[in-house]
T-cell receptor, first 118, second 110 residues
């Protein structure tokens, strides 16, 4: 059974619309992340959260807003969608740094949400 | 700026070995991770190293030289199913942020 659940798996949106990408993890982790992978580009870090608090944000645009309603949830709201936002968005989780062995802090990834903006 | 470089492609033969190279130049270093990613799927964690030297994990081994900004992932006794992309990622001093290379697509031929 998948331990990091992302919904939906595929998403098609029109330019200018708004979408929410869902992520839940059942690994008991305290830290959660969002990464983006565009065609022909490396995985790119977007946000990190620990105990539901924002720790780092390397996304230039305010159109991307993470939302954490529970400690094992980290959703991603994207507003005013553009075709350049088309990518696979991966949610990841780990033990918060400082907890457990070094391997325990390596982020584990969900299967991703593939977003296409037309 | 940050830089993590990997060759785009690598080919090898079933039953032999493959070495996936990674060089990095980053503002800070808190370790290096390797992930395997198959087309259309999530990256899967393989290894994390923070100290210099070779870390042997059986089918996968990882080497790190911090002074040279260099790491490699060694796959031994290759199988066809090892064909995948292998991603190198530097863990930055920021809160557990990973800076990824573009990945090396390994093709294992019969």
């Amino acid at each position: 059974d998948p331990k990091i659940i992302q919904k939906p798996k595929y998403l098609v949106a029109v330019t200018g619309s708004e979408k929410i990408l869902i992520c839940e993890q059942y690994l008991g982790h305290n830290a959660m992340y969002w990464y983006r992978q565009s065609a022909k580009k490396p995985l790119e870090f977007m946000f990190s959260y620990s105990y539901q608090k924002l720790m780092d944000n390397q996304t230039a645009s305010s159109r991307f807003q993470p939302q954490s309603s529970k400690k094992n949830h980290l959703d991603l709201q994207i507003t005013a969608l553009k075709p350049d936002d088309s990518a696979t968005y991966f949610c990841a989780s780990s033990q918060a740094p400082g907890q457990g062995g070094e391997g325990n802090q390596a982020p584990l990834f969900g299967e991703g949400t593939r977003l296409s903006v037309l | 700026g940050q830089g993590v470089e990997q060759p785009d492609n690598l080919m090898s033969v079933e039953g032999t070995f493959a070495r996936v190279n990674c060089t990095y130049s980053t503002s800070g270093f808190n370790g290096l991770s390797w992930y395997q990613q198959r087309e259309g799927h999530a990256p899967v964690f393989l290894s994390y190293v923070v100290l210099d030297g070779l870390k042997d994990s059986g089918h996968f081994s990882t080497f790190l030289s911090r002074s040279n900004g260099y790491s490699y992932l060694l796959l031994t006794e290759l199988q066809i199913k090892d064909s995948a992309s292998y991603l190198c990622a530097v863990r930055l001093p920021n809160y557990n942020v990973l800076y990824f290379g573009s990945g090396t697509k390994l093709t294992v031929e019969p």
